[in-house]
């Protein structure tokens, strides 16, 4: 870069900092891979994608199913088709991207934190982000609160790269990853302040500027970096770059690797492929403490559909008739979608009358939904008004984004005061709520007024349409629909609109007119668009439906030519015959009424909100709120699609065919709108830039061809999410470095809450002008005690700061996730915008000795032609045949080892409590396998997420096999597994180990040859061949 535009660049400080392996805005291909840095966001996917496939693969074996390895390199669609989770593409994609949106975040928000990156020689404090994160995704997951789990894996997954990128661990010669980084109480390895570690660089050289005694007496060091001071302690290593002032300072230079350019660029393979090991062993002990099914579960897979079923009812007197048509209609849903593509991934329901909400209710199982709904009565709330709002914002916190909800009620909502709230949740999760409402709806006037805080006598009478237009804009709003129906038809209803929770299903159109008007829309259907479906609401007089062969169908046809019609209450049906082409259809009615266009397609696009950043650090943020009005709006788009469709991988490292032609932001209320700007980036994405955002409501609206490798393609239209809006207000938490101001303890978000403990959220809200004052609401989803101001000056630059504090109660369940929505409207006028926050409440781990496995018998019964049978079909010698194993498992700090799982292996698996010893109380197991099932991995997990791993086999020979327990002392360098021949990691014998960590690990740490010649710490030798033959293969 010339001198200028250095300065340009420093001048940028605010947007600064130091970055390890760079950022990356895409998937590069994998050509680009070969020739240049390897990034956070590349290293991450990798990671992500090799973890899932030896997931699957274990699962498959647990089950007695047979798995294919997919082809090198790994995408995303490859990946999901071979764990045959077709369902789960577009969740799976948005998993790796927000785990990768938080990874990149941290260079944005903790620039100035030196120990997120592992600079200054911070390595205890960096290493406790990591182990204090790691023991807050094991309490989410716990829970199921997969979305915390994810926010938190991405942030620590980039200081753990970090790790390798600043510090000398390569030049050291390590060869293996620092799994004492995963670790508390445990040695990283030597660390002396007090040395001079570095000599200065000969001129632009500085391969050599590590001194050579550092290096022979292996001590452990890292670079600092001074964005806006030149000083650093005498003799110590710089980072190095030109963002780093200390660059300059004796002694010279740097260390970093952040690329092939950098100051140490000749190492950053090395320390791109031991950052990509790291991760991938991160991921395994969340695997072991999570199980195969919970950890797919957090990364976006399911067995069936990634869809959740979300019911939130009014439980009051008046609903029993509702209840009973939902337990009526509901047992046949899940019924009829167990075992399909379409069985929901989660099942969710929230009950709320006056006063009472909640809870939150949350299982995997359709047995335990179905047991709650047979014990769901209805009974209380004599006054009219109910909780709502509260219960669907619980309902909207709890689910997974991108759902959606079916709220029943007969009465309005009391607490409007959450209106705003429910507003922000539904546009930050794109999650789309219905509403059924049922009715007549008798209450007495006296009790209306009450909602507007005035009491008089009056009549009774029946909702007034004012009433119930809350739920009809909320409706709307969220891309859903406000079915008005008698009770007597809720379960037609019901039956009709729950399709909607179908997976695969996309938007094709979606149109609200209030007042209503007589309008012709069209909508283009493509050729992967089955079950096309019309849903109407309101009083429409009259529709004409036109095929693109020119077939035409009103109300009033004798004959359903092109569509069967149904109709309940407000509520019209129509099942189109699909035909590929542009499709018309004429709505006349001078009421308010919606329109939604949908259909079962495996092409759809994802999308958020990005602002560009600039510095070290360039490329962008997904914006989290309301887009800025008047200025420029960007939007990032992936193009996806299920395996069964040859549109473009999502992820890919390889260039796809496919592309977008077109993306309109449209007006909620017409056909205007602004055209974006599109360029292709690569693996299916795309920016679309526009110079402004429409005024008042609107939509996204994409059109495109997908197909593809030679074969034909498809025009595509998709309507995306639901309604958004542009905001001159601006608000964001003022975190650690986040707005350019160095850290302080006053102005700090921490990463979660403990039980008891209190949250300090400091945040800036900004707009255009001066003057007046910004009004704050602040509330969250558990009721915890919080105190924000209600009201802020604005200064004048147009900005206010404020603190607002969040205290959980003594007690709550480690592993709860608290959302807290901020939101801001400017002074004067009805503009707002908001910020949706969740924090997981974590206790404080003190326990990390992992669970210690010793086997104490093996038998087999094996022939020896069973080395040569590895499915039962090809030796029925061996399906007859059976080997064991026994093993004790102890935990001396837990009372009992709460789970235990297979992860390889399709046996029997029994255990029971046995006689204490002198490490803590025993746990009894065994194991018995037919010998067409060879090895065992077998997981103990205790209370606080610890993992120990027992393996076992029987040698392909036909008997048992178990190594002698590791009891030495483990090095800082990892394990060093026997080198697998690859392309045939099934064929490995994996011995038994007893994992323990009383010993310190880490004294010293060695250099490659050192720690080869040293016994290894326990370590899954499979998942080592399965990694190192994955990378063979795609070399």
């Excluded at 230079?253 to 690329?259: A, C, E, S």
């Excluded at 079923?309 to 029993?320: A, H, P, Y």
């Excluded at 969220?478 to 729950?498: D, P, R, Y």
């Excluded at 086997?855 to 064991?884: G, I, M, N």
Aim: glycine share 12%; charged share 15%; proline share 6%.
């Amino acid at each position: 870069m010339r001198s200028i535009e250095c300065w340009k660049a420093l001048a940028l400080v605010f947007l600064t900092g130091a970055v390890a392996f760079r950022i990356t805005e895409y998937p590069r291909t994998h050509q680009e891979i070969t020739q240049t840095p390897r990034t956070h966001q590349e290293i991450t996917q990798t990671a992500v994608l090799d973890a899932v496939v030896r997931t699957c693969r274990s699962l498959a074996e647990v089950e007695g199913r047979a798995f294919s390895l997919p082809p090198s390199p790994l995408t995303v669609a490859r990946v999901i088709g071979a764990c045959d989770a077709a369902a789960s593409t577009k969740s799976f994609l948005k998993a790796i991207r927000e785990i990768q949106t938080t990874n990149k975040r941290v260079d944005i928000r903790h620039k100035f934190d030196a120990e997120f990156h592992f600079d200054g020689e911070k390595f205890e404090a960096g290493r406790g982000l990591i182990t204090d994160g790691l023991d807050a995704i094991k309490a989410s997951n716990r829970r199921g609160n997969f979305v915390s789990a994810r926010e938190k894996l991405g942030e620590i997954t980039h200081s753990l790269q970090d790790f390798y990128s600043h510090s000398n661990w390569v030049e050291l010669g390590n060869v293996k990853p620092n799994q004492n980084l995963m670790t508390a109480a445990t040695q990283i390895g030597n660390i002396d302040l007090n040395r001079h570690t570095c000599q200065k660089c000969v001129g632009k050289d500085c391969t050599n500027n590590i001194r050579e005694d550092i290096i022979q007496d292996q001590i452990l060091t890292s670079g600092y970096f001074g964005l806006l001071s030149s000083s650093k302690p005498a003799g110590k290593c710089s980072h190095g770059g030109v963002f780093d002032q200390t660059r300059n300072t004796e002694p010279t230079g740097g260390i970093n690797k952040d690329g092939p350019t950098a100051v140490h660029g000749h190492a950053h393979h090395a320390a791109a492929r031991l950052a990509t090991a790291a991760t991938i062993e991160l991921l395994d002990d969340l695997r072991g403490a999570a199980g195969n099914t919970d950890f797919l579960r957090m990364l976006g897979i399911s067995k069936g559909s990634s869809r959740a079923l979300c019911f939130v009812i009014d439980s009051t007197g008046s609903m029993g008739d509702d209840i009973a048509a939902v337990k009526s209609v509901t047992a046949a849903l899940v019924d009829g979608r167990v075992g399909t593509p379409d069985e929901p991934s989660l099942y969710l329901l929230v009950l709320f009358s006056d006063p009472d909400f909640g809870p939150l209710m949350t299982t995997t199982d359709p047995n335990v939904f179905r047991a709650w709904l047979s014990n769901l009565t209805a009974a209380g709330g004599g006054d009219y008004p109910e909780l709502a709002l509260s219960g669907l914002q619980l309902a909207l916190t709890g689910a997974p984004s991108g759902s959606e909800v079916f709220l029943f009620t007969d009465g309005i909502a009391k607490d409007l005061h959450l209106t705003d709230t429910v507003l922000a949740l539904m546009e930050r999760t794109k999650t789309v709520v219905n509403f059924m409402l049922t009715g007549p709806f008798q209450f007495s006037f006296r009790r209306r007024q009450e909602v507007s805080g005035q009491s008089q006598a009056g009549p009774t009478g029946q909702m007034s349409s004012a009433e119930a237009q809350l739920f009809t804009d909320l409706a709307h709003a969220s891309g859903g629909q406000a079915i008005h129906v008698k009770k007597s038809q809720l379960s037609e209803a019901m039956a009709l609109v729950t399709e909607t929770s179908a997976a695969s299903l996309v938007t094709l159109l979606q149109a609200v007119r209030s007042p209503g008007r007589d309008e012709t829309f069209s909508f283009s259907v493509d050729e992967s668009v089955g079950n096309l479906t019309a849903y109407i609401t309101g009083r429409v007089l009259n529709f004409t439906l036109t095929s693109p062969s020119g077939v035409s169908q009103t109300m009033d046809s004798p004959y359903s030519s092109l569509a069967t019609e149904t109709v309940v209450g407000n509520f019209r049906t129509l099942r189109m015959i699909p035909s590929v082409g542009v499709w018309e259809i004429m709505l006349l009615s001078a009421d308010s009424y919606s329109l939604k266009i949908v259909g079962r397609s495996g092409i759809d696009v994802l999308f958020d909100f990005v602002q560009f950043f600039q510095g070290a650090s360039e490329g962008f943020d997904v914006v989290e709120n309301r887009p800025a009005a008047g200025g420029s709006l960007t939007l990032l788009l992936t193009l996806t699609s299920d395996p069964g469709w040859l549109t473009p991988d999502p992820g890919s490292l390889t260039p796809d065919p496919g592309w977008l032609s077109s993306v309109r932001l449209v007006e909620a209320a017409g056909w205007g709108g602004v055209n974006g700007t599109l360029e292709a980036l690569g693996g299916g994405d795309f920016l679309a830039r526009f110079d402004s955002a429409p005024s008042g409501g609107f939509v996204v609206l994409v059109t495109g061809r997908a197909g593809g490798t030679g074969g034909p393609t498809t025009a595509f239209q998709r309507q995306l999410g639901g309604r958004f809006r542009a905001s001159g207000v601006a608000i964001t938490v003022r975190g650690r470095g986040y707005d350019g101001a160095p850290p302080s303890p006053q102005t700090s978000v921490g990463g979660g809450l403990e039980p008891g403990g209190t949250l300090s959220v400091p945040f800036r809200v900004e707009s255009s002008g001066a003057g007046g004052h910004f009004t704050i609401q602040a509330s969250n989803d558990r009721g915890f005690a919080s105190a924000f101001p209600s009201l802020l000056p604005r200064d004048g630059t147009g900005s206010a700061r404020g603190t607002g504090t969040l205290r959980a109660p003594p007690g709550t369940p480690s592993g709860t996730t608290v959302t807290l929505t901020l939101r801001a409207r400017a002074p004067g006028g009805n503009d707002t915008n908001h910020l949706v926050l969740r924090f997981p409440v974590v206790t404080k781990v003190t326990d990390h000795s992992r669970p210690v496995c010793q086997v104490t018998s093996l038998r087999a019964d094996c022939p020896s032609q069973c080395s040569q049978c590895y499915q039962c079909s090809q030796c029925s010698q061996c399906s007859q045949s059976t080997w064991e194993m026994t093993a004790n498992l102890t935990d001396g700090d837990s009372l009992g080892l709460p789970l235990l799982s297979l992860q390889r292996g399709n046996g029997t698996l029994t255990s029971s409590r046995g006689p204490g010893g002198p490490g803590g109380a025993v746990t009894l197991v065994s194991y018995t396998a037919s010998c067409c099932s060879p090895h065992l991995e077998l997981v103990a997990t205790d209370e606080v997420g610890n993992v120990g791993t027992c393996f076992s086999s029987r040698r392909t020979d036909g008997t048992p096999t178990a190594g002698t327990p590791t009891q030495g002392t483990p090095t800082a360098g990892g394990p060093t597994p026997e080198t697998p021949t690859p392309g045939t990691p099934a064929l490995l014998t994996p011995t038994a180990w007893t994992s323990s960590d009383t010993t310190t690990a880490g004294a010293t740490a060695t250099s490659g040859a050192a720690a080869a010649a040293r016994r290894p710490r326990p370590y899954h030798l499979w998942q080592a061949a399965m990694m190192v033959w994955m990378t063979l293969a795609q070399r």
